[in-house]
């Protein structure tokens, strides 16, 4: 089992519509989880973070965390073409560890 | 506000031959970390340093990999009698302390 797992997708939506984006996280201990957004060729960019149980939201963008479930989620509403991209979740594993595990990344079609 | 500063963006090397990559952080931060993205694949970790002190260094795939942050600002990462799998994209980024990480635009090796 990875330490961190997204669908590679490609997830496709229209646009205008709410795309979802889901990741889950074997270490039950983890306290951070970040999104970021990745354009080909391009560098990752941070979107979200979250720490605690619950939404976070941030424009047309909202970070959903269940420890219990150790699944943590984006919520992208009013999808634009200008996000298509690939959406990497990154969690810290392991207690007191700084370096970021990723997934492999979801990558995200909308469509006009 | 400038960002990371990675340089070359684009390295060519022959198999066999060392290569020294850069990374300048965003000024102020005192965490640094490097991490290697092959294609398709979400970013992998390297190691980190806190200032001058390298604290991780787990994801360092052999002892032909080498990272060093001399002053606590500007890092680099050796890789020494490269190999074909070595060609990536090698990612810096830096942060505040516990605060999340920002990334460069990376270096793209190919070995040939």
């Known amino acids: 089992q990875k330490e961190v797992e997204q669908n590679s997708g490609p997830l496709s939506v229209p646009e205008g519509a709410i795309a979802s984006l889901n990741c889950t996280y074997s270490d039950r201990g983890s306290q951070s989880f970040f999104w970021y957004r990745q354009y080909s060729g391009k560098s990752p960019e941070l979107i979200m973070f979250?720490?605690?149980?619950g939404d976070k939201e941030d424009g047309r963008f909202t970070a959903q965390l269940n420890k219990a479930s150790q699944y943590v989620s984006l919520l992208i509403r009013d999808s634009q073409p200008s996000d298509s991209a690939t959406y990497l979740c990154?969690?810290?594993?392991?207690?007191?560890?700084?370096?970021?595990?990723f997934g492999s990344g979801t990558r995200l079609q909308v469509q006009p | 506000g400038a960002g990371v500063s990675q340089s070359p963006r684009y390295k060519v090397a022959k198999r066999g031959q060392d290569v020294a990559l850069r990374c300048d952080p965003i000024s102020g931060h005192v965490s640094l970390f490097w991490y290697q993205q092959a294609l398709g694949q979400g970013p992998e970790f390297l190691t980190y340093f806190q200032n001058e002190a390298q604290l991780d260094k787990s994801g360092l795939p052999s002892d032909r990999f080498f990272a060093e942050r001399p002053e606590g600002s500007v890092s680099t990462l050796k890789i020494q009698r490269t190999q074909q799998e070595d060609s990536a994209v090698y990612l810096c980024a830096s942060s505040l302390d516990d605060q999340p990480q920002h990334f460069g635009d990376g270096t793209r090796l190919s070995i040939l």
């Open positions: 990154a969690v810290n594993i392991g207690t007191g560890r700084r370096a970021l595990t």
């Open positions: 979250i720490y605690s149980n």
